[in-house]
C-alpha cells in the first residue's frame, strides 16, 4: 500500500528564516508530487506540482521554492520566510491516469 | 483566472438535518470535479464526477454534476455529529501533470 510522510508536523520560525519541508511517498513509483499552501478561511492553494525527478512547475509567484531530488521525495523550501507564508502546508501525490490525489497529513507553519 | 466558489462557508445544523453543500466553478479545460472532506488535516476523498447529471452516492452522501450551469452539490441526509468537517470542492483541470483548483470550503457543524 502506498503511504505519504510529511515532516515537520508543525514548526515555529521567525520571519526572514530558512524553511524546508520533506515529504516523500512510499509504495509507488514516478508519482506526480503537489505542495498546497491552506491559509486560514481559504481553500487549497497550488504551489508547485512535479511530474518527476528534477522537473517543478510553479503556479504562483512567491519567495518559496520546491525542488524533486528523488522520484519519491518533494522538498518545499524558502530563503527567507516571511508573516504572510503561515499556513498549512499539504503535500499531494497521485497516478498520472488516477483522478484522486492523496494527500499527507500537513504541516502547520507559523511565522512570527 | 480559474475559480472555485462554495456556498454556504459555514453551516450550523442539528443531528437528522439535510444539507446540501454548493459548488461553482469558471475553469478552462475541465477534467473532473471532486469532493473532499476534511476534518483535522488531510482532505479525504468523497466523490469524483466527470459527467453531467449522474449522481454518485456513498451512504447518506450524495453528489451531482451540472456541467451546464458549471456547478455540483453534495447532499448529506440524516446528519450526525461525524460529519462535522470542512467539505472541500476541486476542479481538476486537463493540464500536463494533472492539477487542481479548490474553492474555499464549507465548514459544517452538526449539533447534538
Known amino acids: 500500500s502506498q503511504t505519504i510522510h510529511q515532516w515537520p508536523a508543525t514548526l515555529v520560525q521567525p520571519v526572514g528564516s530558512p524553511l524546508s519541508l520533506e515529504c516523500t511517498v512510499e509504495g509507488t513509483s514516478n508519482p506526480n508530487l503537489y505542495w498546497y499552501r491552506q491559509a486560514a478561511g481559504r481553500g487549497l492553494q497550488l504551489l508547485f506540482y512535479s511530474v518527476g525527478i528534477g522537473q517543478i512547475s510553479s503556479e504562483v509567484p512567491q519567495n518559496l521554492s520546491a525542488s524533486r531530488p528523488q522520484d519519491r521525495q518533494f522538498i518545499l523550501s524558502s530563503k527567507k520566510l516571511l508573516l504572510s507564508d503561515s499556513g498549512f502546508y499539504l503535500c499531494?501525490?497521485?497516478?498520472?491516469?488516477?483522478?484522486?490525489?492523496?494527500f499527507g497529513p500537513g504541516t502547520r507553519l507559523t511565522v512570527t | 483566472e480559474d475559480k472555485v466558489v462554495q456556498s454556504p462557508l459555514s453551516l450550523v445544523v442539528h443531528e437528522g438535518d439535510t444539507v446540501t453543500l454548493n459548488c461553482s466553478y469558471e475553469v478552462t479545460n475541465f477534467r473532473s470535479l471532486l469532493w473532499y472532506k476534511q476534518e483535522k488535516k488531510a482532505p479525504t476523498f468523497l466523490f469524483m464526477l466527470?459527467?453531467?447529471?449522474i449522481e454518485k452516492k456513498s451512504g447518506r452522501l450524495s453528489s451531482i454534476l451540472d456541467k451546464k450551469e458549471l456547478s455540483s452539490i453534495l447532499n448529506i441526509t440524516a446528519t450526525q455529529t461525524g460529519d462535522s468537517a470542512i467539505y472541500l470542492c476541486a476542479v481538476e483541470r486537463w493540464r500536463r501533470g494533472q492539477n487542481f483548483v479548490f474553492g474555499p470550503g464549507t465548514r459544517l457543524s452538526v449539533l447534538p
Open positions: 466527470t459527467s453531467s447529471g
Open positions: 499531494a501525490w497521485d497516478r498520472g491516469n488516477s483522478y484522486e490525489q492523496y
